[in-house]
């Protein structure tokens, strides 16, 4: 049945409507000051008072540059995709803050070719693949046993552990690890000389989602914000 | 679609083509690929002779005379308690480390299939290349598929007895009878790109230079902090407890490259110029 215009107005008074309201909405919403509205989730662990363009910053040239350099590579005219919008959250936006002279296990060290069933298994060269943003925890891994993708050959010839670490690895106990060594080599700690004193792994996991650090307070480096804000 | 349709489509067509290519900016530069001419290979090669050299200095003249002097190296030496430096396959992961902080997407590796530290143990296709690199001392060039990396490995040879002798006393080390001039490990260079530029290949030259430069800068910080320091200054180790400062230890790096790395820039200068030159049908330089 088709209805007359007269019907139609206030149906069309109400979409304008709509649409003016939704405009005005959403160009608040789009106000840095709202920012965490339109986040995809809670900011991890420490990095409340982040802002959004302290990762997520503009890509190279306009807009129309942007649209202009991608319709030629559909087109086979360019020879890579351009950033729209805004440029590939990566690696060097974490590094800004975090980058330390003592890491124990920096990102870029996975890219060596020996250590491919590692970036099959965890993509351990990215700092997203434990760090994913928010989600509102510390470290979104869930299973502590990671360190068995490199970690299978270790031996030491003077084995501080009452069980020595080879014997650890042949009972593939690879979830005490963390019980002892921090990933990342950032806290100032004496390591545990018996395997019965190790941390938890319960503790572990609370500290990964976001909880206090079963291995102290005391770390070589802070971040730099951290740092700027002290 | 209906006549009116059709021409409000193809009007707006029209207009999105002349917004976005009639009156467009200038195009995005496309630096990946702009004017590559130079195999990365080339790049390694220059870089890794640099490296060699400033191993060498390192490792004979800082490592080697400096233990005669009094001065110690261990690889604990970033602990507070420790009055020490880094031994030379540190000093190249100093090195590394502080190539990974430039934009420049270089990235280079020390590693052996009896290494001190089982963290440096080849495996894999690694181990593979490097009893190839082994047997025939010869650089070997691949692609790593899941990182889109141009790989190059070059023989990590004992040049200088303080080498061999830290090898054959360490505890941790699982072969201790290294002698002069065997192959003891390799160094494994990285890079996104097949080709690259004569500028990509300065900057990756200047990023290598920067990377030195840190890695020493870090040992003189360090040794500051000893209670007992030696003179920085102009003398080395060779004349007693004294350390070069890093300008005088950058200058001998720079005098003894220079020599390799100004030839090998000028004739990869010249081949663009080649290239150039038969692209517009000219003569050629020599």
């Not at chain 1, 003077?158 to 020595?164: A, F, Q």
């Not at chain 2, 290979?41 to 490792?59: G, S, V």
Request: hydrophobic share 35%; net charge neutral.
């Amino acid at each position: 049945m088709i209805k007359s215009t007269a019907t139609r107005k206030p149906q069309h008074l109400a979409y304008k409507l709509g649409i003016i309201i939704g405009i005005v909405c959403l160009a608040v919403l789009l106000l840095p000051a709202y920012d965490k509205f339109h986040a995809r989730g809670p900011m991890n662990t420490g990095h409340d008072t982040l802002k959004c363009v302290s990762c997520h910053q503009d890509a190279p040239g306009s807009l129309r540059q942007q649209i202009q350099a991608n319709l030629r590579f559909a087109l086979g005219l360019r020879e890579h995709l351009a950033d729209f919008g805004h440029q590939a959250v990566s690696n060097e936006n974490c590094l800004d803050c975090h980058e330390r002279p003592n890491d124990r296990h920096p990102v870029y060290r996975f890219l060596e070719p020996r250590f491919l069933k590692a970036r099959e298994n965890l993509s351990p060269q990215l700092c997203v693949s434990c760090h994913t943003e928010h989600k509102g925890q510390r470290v979104t891994r869930a299973e502590l046993g990671y360190c068995v993708n490199c970690h299978k050959k270790t031996r030491l010839r003077k084995d501080p552990l009452d069980v020595p670490h080879d014997r650890l690895i042949a009972l593939k106990r690879w979830e005490s690890c963390l019980g002892c060594h921090d990933f990342h080599g950032n806290h100032i700690m004496k390591t545990k000389k018996a395997v019965e004193q190790i941390i938890p792994a319960e503790k572990i996991r609370a500290y990964f989602q976001g909880g206090a650090s079963p291995y102290g307070d005391d770390r070589r480096y802070k971040a730099k914000k951290e740092v700027n804000d002290d | 679609m209906t006549s009116k349709s059709f021409w409000i489509t193809l009007f707006t067509l029209g207009c999105l083509g002349i917004y976005l290519f009639v009156s467009a900016p200038p195009p995005l530069d496309d630096k990946k690929t702009r004017q590559a001419t130079i195999p990365v290979e080339q790049m390694f090669t220059l870089l890794q002779a640099e490296n060699a050299a400033a191993r060498l200095i390192w490792t004979r003249e800082i490592v080697g005379e400096g233990k005669k002097s009094g001065l110690k190296f261990d690889e604990h030496w970033r602990d507070a308690d420790l009055e020490a430096g880094p031994l030379p396959a540190l000093f190249l992961r100093e090195t590394a480390k502080s190539m990974e902080k430039s934009p420049v997407r270089l990235s280079l590796f020390l590693g052996s299939e009896y290494p001190i530290s089982p963290d440096n143990l080849f495996e894999g296709l690694q181990q593979e290349i490097f009893q190839v690199l082994r047997q025939t001392q010869q650089a070997q060039f691949f692609y790593v598929p899941d990182t889109g990396l141009h790989t190059g490995m070059f023989a990590d040879i004992a040049v200088a007895a303080p080498c061999i002798e830290c090898h054959n006393k360490h505890e941790q080390s699982p072969k201790h009878d290294w002698h002069l001039n065997d192959v003891m490990g390799a160094a494994t260079w990285m890079y996104p790109a097949s080709v690259v530029t004569l500028e990509d290949t300065l900057k990756a030259v200047m990023v290598l230079h920067q990377g030195i430069q840190d890695a020493y800068a870090a040992y003189l910080e360090k040794v500051k902090t000893f209670a007992h320091p030696p003179v920085i200054g102009e003398h080395w180790p060779r004349d007693g407890y004294y350390l070069p400062s890093l300008e005088v230890f950058m200058q001998a790096f720079l005098q003894r490259t220079a020599q390799h790395t100004l030839p090998v820039l000028g004739t990869l200068s010249n081949s663009r110029q080649n290239n150039k030159l038969k692209e517009s049908g000219h003569d050629t330089v020599e």
